[in-house]
């Protein structure tokens, strides 16, 4: 499935990488993630993964052919899942994502952050 992710309604500007375990690469997203997040991305087997730490305001896109190719050429497989997007990463310059996987899953539900230091 490549393609655009079809996200939730709600404010989705500020996200980060939650958790990266063998066998799952968990987005956390919210207006502020300092206290909570509303809004997870798991996405299942990743296989390959740009992503950075930390980024506010993405734009998912569908990948462009030659993103598919180096993906299916890097990974030897074509991923059940291959998503993009463009986000502003604090610099001066939009930073790119892309992630493969075999799956992936829209998660929506208030999680309290209370174990994670608050962001200056």
């Known amino acids: 499935m490549a393609g655009v ?11 980060d990488v939650l958790s990266w375990r063998p ?3 968990r987005l956390a997203a919210g207006h502020d993630l300092a206290y909570h997040h509303g809004l997870e991305l798991v996405f299942t087997d990743p296989l390959y993964v740009v992503c950075p730490a930390a980024f506010q305001d ?3 896109r569908a990948p462009t052919p030659d993103e598919a190719a180096l993906v299916a050429r ?4 074509t991923p059940g899942v291959l998503v993009a997007f463009e986000a502003d990463g604090g610099g001066p310059e939009p930073v790119s994502g892309l992630i493969a996987a075999g ?4 998660v929506r539900g208030l999680v309290l952050r209370h174990g994670h230091r608050q962001r200056r």
């Not at 992710?5 to 996200?15: F, T």
């Open 58 to 60: 993405p734009v998912f």
């Open 74 to 77: 890097r990974c030897g497989e």
């Open 5 to 15: 992710i079809e996200l939730p309604e709600g404010s989705w500007w500020d996200w």
């Open 23 to 25: 066998g799952e690469l």
């Open 103 to 106: 799956g992936l899953e829209v």
